[in-house]
């Protein structure tokens, strides 16, 4: 018999990561069992007593389990948990399934546990009080219209507080959580709408009763996945979260990154978005989207791009996943620098095409060498002329004195007269003329210079049709001047995708200042796939949801950015000694580890590498397995908690963090930020990237969180009432 479709639901993995080895083979087999026949004997499929869907089952997995499953014809199943005997009779008779009338993707969700929810909070049985209902202002109509199971409706009605609405869509499907949540939140109907559940409506009419043609549809793909014939596959699955192995995407995210061919963009696209939310995802399926309409052969049109060597590497290793060798030969994907090195070596006049590119302690060392011999005095360090040199001189191209002179100097909070303008044009003069001589240059004086070559070539000479970009608020003006010319301005030439409340390098830039128009182009992913709703919110209190800029002028929030994932709170706490706080992280590492987290899931980040590194020796002397990630490494499953900076956890995520050394002398830290009295303007923006460092590195945690110090707490950490 033609084998049946197998679904297993995108929350399956935890309750399966639960189980012991045993078990967890022989939900494989059962699994591989069922897809191959059904009926096969052993399998014993049963209704519960009273279910709430006829059309739901429960089958064995061994004596002592069983599976609850939805059976919308005889030829597939979805599988929504694996429960000891008795409790999976009860879940089954409670389960609400559905094809949203929306989205058209299959659903469902716990309705027992909604009522008991209710019944916690004491807001059943209120409505003849006085109190009106929290929903009161929203029609049947209007919950129908934004996708919400008619079933839940009744229960929404009894709702008079938020503790009830948090609980509940910890429950509900996934649209309805987000829909709750905004019109918990305050915004009306046609908001969510426009917000939340336009971007989610399927390209077809939705026949509600048709679950078969529900089952490839995007949103159903996105929180089920096809059980396979593969049994290693089928492990190595469950074994993962949901987001690390997923194809399919949020009708929203393939809208962004699938276009009709006849429809290109017609210009640059922007998508924002805060962490968890999927934009990489995004900009990995636009790169193969690009892709899929370009020959095979020749040089690849696509380059991919982002800020550092590990963040490449780690694009590099996903595009292989979702398209393979056929797909990758079409992109280039480098770091920028990397793209910086290449176009210069093309330099045909041979000025740039040899030299040597110096990092920060070589750069530094040259400073202090034209101070020390040029300085008169000190009114000018190297940490406020290096900026001036990066955010004014090399910002704006500006190559002589009278230039210098004339420039504006916009977000320098130090005031400069002519005197001073002119001293410090002579020592930064100076400073480049030495690099001159040493046939040297920086690493943002570098794409200046490539910029400068690659704006010589004509359309036709320009190495690229697409540029896709990612991580974009780390970018410095000189990179996207040499992004721009990298691509032919025109249809589909530059998708970007960043979040500026993650921005951790001192560049800022506004896009159309620079000929990158994304205005009518811009959007905004609000949903977080990553992070606990309870981690979510801890993180936010880190930082000032508002008070970001959006890469173009303007500024960017976090408003309607939520999370329907659920679990505990985090641990924010304090140590009087160091050695303590050492000491509780190996016991909730350990704690964290027996409850089924491998070790290797676990991070501990650090402000920095000595930080880093004083907690590998620590966790080591308290017997617990660890080893320190540095920049270039990737993460060894073999070597136990990876131990880490702040920086170097950009791009990555774990099921659990403990972020250690949160104290007021590293957090933020005093060698990172400019003295207000030298520059105020400079130190607020230095504040608010050692926040977005914390907050980035909280925002690693998947499931766990923990924010730990010794002495006197980070100004950033909440204060304890």
Known sequence: MAKVNVLFADTFDKAYQALDATIQRRVVDFMLKLRRDPDARGLDLKQPHGPRDKRVWTARVNDNFRAVLWRPDPDTFYLASIKPHDDAYTYAAQTVWNVNKVTGGVEFYDHGAVEEVLIRSGDIGRRAAASAGLFDRVSDADFDRLGVPPTLVPVLREIRTIDAVLGIVDYAPKLASQVILALADGETAEQVWQDIVAPSTADEEIDPEDAAAAVDRPSTREAFAVVTDDSEELERMLLKPMSEWRVFLHPQQRRLAYRPKAKPYKGPVRVSGGPGTGKTVVALHRVKALADVLPAGGRPQILLTTYTNALADLLARLLDDLGGPSLTAKVDILNIDKVVRDVLRQDTEGQWANVEILGDAALASRWNDVLSELAADDSFDRPFLISEWEQVILAQNIRTRDEYFAARRAGRGRRLNRADRAVVWSLIQEYERRLDRDKALGFKQAAVRAADVANGWDDTARPYRHVVIDEAQDLHTAHWTLLRALAPSGPDDLFIVGDTFQRIYNNRVALSSLGIETRGRSHRLTLNYRTTRQILASAIRLIDPDGYDDLDGGSDTLRGYR????????????????????????????????????????AVIARTNAAASTAVDALRAAGVEAAPLRSGQTVNSDTGVQTMTMHRAKGLEFRAVAIVGADARHVPLNAAVTPSEVDHLEHQRDIQRERSLLFVSATRAREALAITWSGRPSQFLPRRT
């Not at 140590?575 to 987290?597: F, K, L």
């Open 563 to 602: 999370s329907i994932l659920r679990g505990g709170e985090p641990e924010i706490t304090g140590y009087p000694t160091q050695a303590a706080e050492m000491a509780a992280v190996a016991e909730r590492i350990r704690r964290w580890n027996s409850g089924g987290i491998p070790l290797d899931d676990i």
